[in-house]
C-alpha cells in the first residue's frame, strides 16, 4: 500500500517534482496551500499565523515540509530578508508543533522531511562541509540555523526529523541552474567570480530520490546534505555546460559586476562550499548522477 504524505510548497520546483514521484509509484498527496482549496487533495493552512487544522492530518505518514519565500528571487532588500527568513521560519515552526500535538492526541507518529540549505555552511572556501560541520556566519547560515531550529518542537516531541540541506538544483525550469544553462546556450556560461569557489550541485532527480528515501527510512535523522559526491568547481562546471552544449565558456563574469547586478545576494551566489553527502551515503542512498559529466549530460539533454 501507498504512504500518504502532506507537503508544503508543493508548486515550487523540488515540491511540484517531488508530488509528481509520489503520485507515480502510488503515494496519496495532501498538499498545504495558503490560499482557498481548488482541489480535493489541498487542504489550507495559513503558517504566518501558526494555524494547521488537524484534521489536514488524517491519515498521514509523513509531511514534507518545503515552504518559503524564493531567495534569489528579488534583490536583497532588507524586507525581502525579513520575508526569506520569517516564511521559513513560520512553516516550521507550524508543522513541527502540528505534528506534536497529533503525536500528543492520537499516539501517531508522522515523520518529518524539513527542508534546510547549503547556505547554512556559509562561504568556507576549500573546508569539507558534513554533516557534523557547524554554522557559517553569514546572513544565510543565521537564517538556515533558525529554520532548522524550528523544528524542535516535533524533535522535543520525540518525532524523528531529517533536515535536507539542498545544494544548487539541476534543473532547466527553475531554480539556480535555469539561468546558468540559458547563458551558456549563448556562449556566455564563462566563470563567475574567480569559478574557484566549489558549487555543491544535485540533479533535481537526485533531490527527490534522496527527500523519498528519506520518507521512506523514517529512522534517520538529522540533517543531510543533499549534493552529489563527484564534486566541481563553479568554473568546472562551467566548462561542462559549454562542452555539452557545443559552446564556449571562457568570458568570466567578474564579482563586482555580479554584485551590481543582484546585490547582496551576489556574496552567496558566489560562496564556495565544499559540501559531502556522508550522512546520506551512509544511509544507503545512491546517486543516479554521481558525477558532474552524469549530472550535466541529464541537464543538457532531458
Known amino acids: 500500500m501507498g504512504k500518504r504524505v502532506a507537503v508544503t510548497g508543493s508548486t515550487g520546483l523540488i515540491g511540484d517534482a517531488l508530488c509528481r514521484h509520489l503520485v507515480a509509484r502510488g503515494d496519496s498527496l495532501v498538499r498545504l496551500v495558503r490560499r482557498p482549496t481548488e482541489a480535493a487533495d489541498e487542504r489550507e493552512w495559513d ?18 515540509n518545503l515552504g518559503g519565500v524564493g531567495i534569489g528571487d528579488k ?22 508543533r502540528a505534528l506534536a500535538q497529533h503525536l500528543s492526541s492520537t499516539g501517531r507518529r508522522i515523520r518529518l522531511v524539513s527542508g534546510s540549505a547549503v547556505g547554512f555552511y556559509g562561504d568556507r572556501g576549500d573546508e569539507v562541509l558534513t554533516e557534523s560541520s557547524p554554522a557559517g556566519d553569514d546572513f544565510l547560515a543565521g537564517v538556515v540555523t533558525r529554520w532548522e531550529a ?51 550541485w544535485i540533479t533535481l532527480v ?37 562542452q555539452a552544449l557545443s559552446r564556449p565558456a571562457i568570458l568570466p563574469a567578474p564579482r563586482f559586476a555580479i554584485r551590481v547586478a543582484i546585490g547582496e545576494f551576489a556574496d552567496s551566489a558566489l560562496a564556495s562550499q565544499r559540501m559531502h553527502p556522508v550522512a546520506l551515503t551512509a544511509s544507503g542512498f545512491t546517486f543516479e548522477h554521481p558525477d558532474l559529466a552524469a549530472g550535466v549530460t541529464w541537464l543538457v539533454k532531458h
Do not use: C, Y
Open 150 to 200: 524550528a523544528a524542535d518542537p516535533a524533535r522535543d516531541a520525540g518525532l524523528d526529523v531529517a533536515l535536507v540541506r539542498t545544494g544548487l538544483v539541476m534543473s532547466r525550469r527553475g531554480g539556480a541552474f535555469e539561468p546558468i544553462l540559458r547563458l551558456a546556450r549563448l556562449g556566455l556560461g564563462g566563470p563567475l567570480g574567480s569559478g574557484k569557489q566549489w558549487f555543491p
Open 206 to 242: 537526485d533531490e527527490v530520490r534522496a527527500i523519498v528515501h528519506l520518507i521512506d527510512h523514517p529512522d534517520l535523522a538529522g540533517p543531510f546534505n543533499l549534493s552529489a559526491p563527484g564534486e566541481a568547481r563553479q568554473k568546472e562546471v562551467a566548462t561542462a555546460l559549454g
Open 47 to 64: 503558517p504566518a499565523q501558526g494555524l494547521l487544522e488537524p484534521t489536514a492530518l488524517e491519515g498521514v505518514d509523513a509531511l514534507v
Open 75 to 96: 534583490r536583497w532588500t532588507e524586507e525581502h530578508k525579513k520575508a526569506v527568513e520569517q516564511s521559513r521560519v513560520d512553516a516550521t515552526d507550524t508543522v513541527s
